[in-house]
């Protein structure tokens, strides 16, 4: 289910099936995107990019999706295991004079065992 | 949190006190960024710097201050301006725009 106001999205999954969690992006000028994994009390681990030149780009277990034309991000992660139980964050990078990265608000994964 | 460091884990503040978070990188890389995160929340930038020597305010600079006089260090302090400086602070560090952003493993201060 979903929550909103303080609280991030929430997605929960039982452990084996996949997810998909989703973001979407702010500027159509952006060309490169990034996956990050934050577990409670630690900062974002990198999972993969995508570069605007793709469309999808495949890592272990973790897929990224990139549809230009509606600025939609999406992230499947095969067999969800307990581990995957985090707080996920997508962010854009707009390549025009060094800007730096801007951050979608988060979606928390819960995984059911 | 790849070469990343940053002290202390945990961080106390008194009533009208300055405090400073170290971060420390040994990447080379040229650009690094502060951020702030409060609970079930997204990241918000304080400040980050581009080069040696030189820094940009972010979203929310207000009662922070940094400096970048080595490449691989770049220290915020969060000033007796700053009235509620609760939160997760997130230091990263990337080689330049269109590169990978990396984390270091974040400082948590905490008022008295």
């Known amino acids: 289910g979903e929550s909103v106001g303080l609280h991030l999205p929430t997605l929960s999954v039982q452990e084996g099936d996949n997810s998909i969690i989703n973001c979407a992006y702010s500027?159509?000028?952006?060309?490169?995107f990034i996956w990050y994994k934050q577990e409670s009390g630690k900062g974002p681990q990198f999972i993969i990019d995508i570069r605007s030149n793709m469309d999808k780009r495949q890592g272990q277990r973790v897929t990224v999706l990139l549809n230009k034309t509606v600025k939609h991000l999406s992230l499947q992660i095969a067999a969800t295991q307990p581990g995957d139980s985090a707080v996920y964050f997508c962010?854009?990078?707009?390549?025009?004079?060094?800007?730096?990265?801007?951050f979608g608000k988060g979606t928390r994964l819960s995984v059911i065992a | 949190d790849g070469g990343i460091t940053q002290s202390p884990k945990y961080l106390f503040r008194k009533e009208g006190q300055n405090v400073t978070l170290s971060c420390e990188q040994n990447l080379n890389h040229d650009a690094m960024y502060w951020y702030r995160q409060d609970p079930g929340q997204g990241l918000r930038l304080i400040y980050y710097s581009q080069i040696v020597n030189d820094f940009q305010k972010g979203d929310i600079a207000e009662g922070y201050s940094v400096s970048r006089e080595k490449k691989e260090s770049f220290p915020l302090t969060v000033t007796s301006a700053q009235k509620n400086p609760t939160a997760f602070y997130l230091c990263a560090s990337t080689a330049g725009s269109g590169e990978t952003q990396y984390f270091g493993p974040g400082t948590r201060l905490l008022v008295l």
């Open positions: 962010a854009e990078n707009i390549n025009s004079g060094n800007t730096p990265l801007v």
């Open positions: 500027n159509s000028a952006s060309d490169y």
